[in-house]
């Protein structure tokens, strides 16, 4: 039998089908300053410059070897095209967002060029490139902002943390005003090649109850997958257990979740309602552990039965790539011997 492509791989795993190997995948990002060094397009330029954008993108894949490609690095593409003030980072640092001018959802007015401001066309554009060279081989990963980071973004983390307890018909009325936003997005990056778009909707284990994603975001989610163009990822960093089980009946194809949750009670949570991404460690074990460190855990995972073998979360920029390749070391290894 024919080895699989990276991207039948992919796809086939996030529906919970047989693969000839477990994918190793990057549903957010794993752009690195060595990788920047290697390919010649560096943070912040890529943010707004598609062919640089789409030149690190592909390190991923032809680099580490991951099974996929995915070209939005950050979670400010949106806020940037809101025309917020941004701080768009050095070589080794995200962008950031420096204001949340809104007040009332009432107040935000969607662009009706959203998909043509700088920031977003350059995802698309770089989503066009990687398509033409990639398209037929390599799964590539869109990446869109939920409606609750994207409240975060344009009214504030904390004022909007606060209006769960305080005013929760206004956060309602913030996330039915911005889930059309993300369906849209991600419908324009299907359009464009990707094969896959993770959903990136920051309702943190850190920060928010099970209870508080049941009551606000799961029928939002439920509406947005029903509109979607094709197979989702939806990704929330922290430890979310105690929401595993409402986010299997959010109608996204996977979760890729943080190393902060079992990854044996996950799969058992799900009970394959849902495919499982994740959750190789960031901060201890990409950055500052070893090849080794990295094998241990990626063996946890895979014989926890998790689908897609992956980083928890964006890798720090200082990440030695030698470890995240060891991630795809180890899987093939792991997959020849079993």
């Known amino acids: 039998m024919c080895a699989m492509t990276p991207k039948e791989r992919v ?54 070897g991951f099974d996929t490609i995915a070209p939005y690095f950050s979670v400010q593409q949106e806020a940037a095209a809101f025309g917020l003030k941004m701080n768009w980072g050095e070589v080794d640092s995200m962008p950031d967002v420096l204001e949340n001018p809104y007040e009332e959802p009432e107040d935000i007015i969607i662009p009706s060029d959203f998909l043509e401001r700088p920031s977003i066309r350059t995802v698309l554009d770089a989503l066009r490139i990687l398509k033409k060279e990639y398209g037929d081989h390599v799964c590539l990963v869109g990446k869109v902002m939920g409606p609750w980071t994207l409240s975060y973004h344009l009214h504030g983390t904390q004022n909007f943390l606060i209006k769960t307890i305080l005013e929760p018909d206004k956060v309602r009325r913030f996330l039915d005003k911005l889930k059309g936003l993300s369906v849209m997005f991600a419908n324009a990056q299907f359009a464009a090649g990707a094969d896959v778009v993770t959903v990136a909707d920051h309702a943190t284990g850190d920060l928010v ?127 020849r011997n079993h």
């Open 209 to 335: 109850s099970g209870a508080c994603y049941r009551d606000f975001l799961l029928p939002v989610h439920q509406e947005m997958t029903k509109q979607i163009n094709g197979p989702t990822i939806l990704h929330i960093c922290g430890n979310t257990t105690d929401r595993l089980d409402y986010i299997a009946q959010a109608g996204f194809t996977c979760f890729h979740f943080d190393s902060k949750v079992n990854p044996c009670q996950a799969h058992e949570i799900v009970d394959g309602r849902i495919s499982l991404a994740g959750s190789i460690n960031n901060p201890v074990t990409l950055f500052n552990g070893t090849p080794e460190d990295v094998r241990r855990e990626v063996i946890a995972n895979i014989e926890a039965g998790i689908e897609i073998i992956a980083p928890e979360c964006a890798v720090p920029l200082r990440t030695p790539n030698a470890n995240l390749k060891a991630i795809v070391t180890a899987v093939e290894e792991y997959c």
């Open 11 to 64: 796809l086939r795993a996030i529906n919970r089908q047989w693969v000839d190997r477990i994918p190793v995948g990057n549903p957010t990002s794993v752009a690195t300053v060595e990788s920047m060094e290697a390919c010649g397009a560096y943070f912040p330029d890529v943010h707004l410059d598609a062919e640089k954008m789409a030149t690190l993108a592909a390190t991923g894949h032809e680099i580490l």
